[in-house]
């Protein structure tokens, strides 16, 4: 059974760069798109982007100007990178595996809460 | 960018019951590239349903899905105590940009 799971800081400070990384485990990171998912407390979910495993990404194109992911297929783990955050920006953050036969999320993390702060 | 709206906002129902979510896109869904997922409080979401209809391992079968096009709904046929929680429906027709309805909460 997949698992994913997110680590990084849960507080960062406006105008800096969040940072977190999707370690995948009972599974390969090859032959899938993986996704960056997040939800604002109380509020609904919102699409980031994905990454194939060979590197190839697309983003919301409302964030594509301050997002990168990236996929590292040795160390079965995938990132994401937010740069120039705001309040607007604090939410949880999940990360989340495609299905085989279509962008539908199949596995999901636990999510991992991150606060845009000073 | 195909927008969702899923109806009612807030479903009050008792667990036996049968519960009608629905969920209707902008403009039509291609191929029923439609996904249902259900989320419990400080839990992540749980896929139910792909393509409209098809149930996702080990989802009950009191579960299903149906619609296509522009109308799609989510039926669960009798409440149980577990199924309280918020649904959402997903479009991914529209690569690479996939877009989430808002939720309908089903509660007591």
């Known amino acids: 059974q997949v698992q994913l799971q997110e680590s990084g800081p849960g507080l960062v400070k406006p105008s800096e760069t969040l940072s977190l990384t999707c370690t995948v485990s009972g599974g390969s990171i090859s032959s899938y798109y993986w996704s960056w998912i997040r939800q604002p407390p109380g509020k609904g979910l919102e699409w980031i982007g994905y990454v194939y495993y060979s590197g190839s990404a697309n983003y919301i194109p409302s964030l594509k100007s301050r997002v990168t992911i990236s996929v590292d297929t040795s160390k079965n783990q995938f990132s994401l990178k937010l740069s120039s955050v705001t309040a607007a920006d604090t939410a949880v953050y999940y990360c989340a595996r495609h299905g085989g036969h279509g962008y539908y999320f199949a596995y999901w993390g636990q999510g991992t809460l991150v606060t845009v702060s000073s | ?108």
């Open chain 2, 1 to 108: 960018e195909i927008v969702l709206t899923q109806s009612p906002g807030t479903l009050s129902l008792s667990p036996g019951e049968r519960a009608t979510l629905s969920c209707r896109a902008s403009q039509s869904v291609t191929n029923d590239y439609l996904a249902w997922y259900q989320q419990k409080p400080g839990q992540a979401p749980r896929l139910l349903i792909s393509g409209a209809s098809s149930r996702a391992t080990g989802i009950p079968d009191r579960f299903s899905g149906s619609g296509s096009g522009t109308d799609f709904t989510l039926t669960i046929s009798r409440l149980e105590p577990e199924d309280f929680a918020v649904y959402y429906c997903q479009q991914y027709s529209t690569s690479p940009l996939f877009t989430f309805g808002p939720g309908t909460k089903v509660d007591v």
